[in-house]
C-alpha cells in the first residue's frame, strides 16, 4: 500500500510564491514518475508539471518559467517551487506518482489560492 501527503498549500497575493512539498510512504521498492496536477472549480485535471526518476521534466505551458518540479528520491519526496503565481494558478493541487506494474498513486490534494 502507498499513500501521499501533500503540504505547502495556502493563500498568497498574485505575484507570490509557494512551495508544495510531497512525500510517498508505504512498500515502495522504486518510483517512475513524479508529478503535480491541478484542478480549478468546473475544470478537468491537469498536469502542471511531472519528473521522471533520471530527471527529466516537462511542464504545462502555462507554467513554464515560473514553477519548477524537483525530487529527492532518497526520501521519495516531489516538490513544486511556484514562483510568480497568478490568479489562474488557483486551483486545488495533486501528488502523483506512477510505479512500475502501471500502478499510481495519488495525495488526498492540497489548495492553493492565489488573490488578484
Known amino acids: 500500500q502507498v499513500w501521499l501527503v501533500e503540504s505547502g498549500g495556502g493563500l498568497v497575493q498574485a505575484g507570490g510564491s509557494l512551495r508544495l512539498s510531497c512525500t510517498a510512504s508505504?512498500?515502495?521498492?522504486?518510483?517512475?514518475?513524479m508529478g503535480w496536477y491541478r484542478q480549478a472549480p468546473g475544470k478537468q485535471r491537469e498536469l502542471v508539471a511531472a519528473?521522471?526518476?533520471?530527471?527529466?521534466?516537462n511542464y504545462a505551458d502555462s507554467v513554464k518559467g515560473r514553477f519548477t518540479i524537483s525530487r529527492d528520491n532518497a526520501k521519495n519526496m516531489v516538490y513544486l517551487q511556484m514562483n510568480n503565481l497568478k490568479a489562474e494558478d488557483t486551483a486545488v493541487y495533486y501528488c502523483?506518482?506512477?510505479?512500475?506494474?502501471?500502478?499510481?498513486?495519488w495525495g488526498q490534494g492540497t489548495l492553493v489560492t492565489v488573490s488578484a
Open positions: 502523483n506518482i506512477k510505479i512500475p506494474g502501471s500502478l499510481e498513486a
Open positions: 508505504g512498500t515502495i521498492f522504486r518510483i517512475n514518475t
Open positions: 519528473i521522471t526518476s533520471g530527471g527529466s521534466r
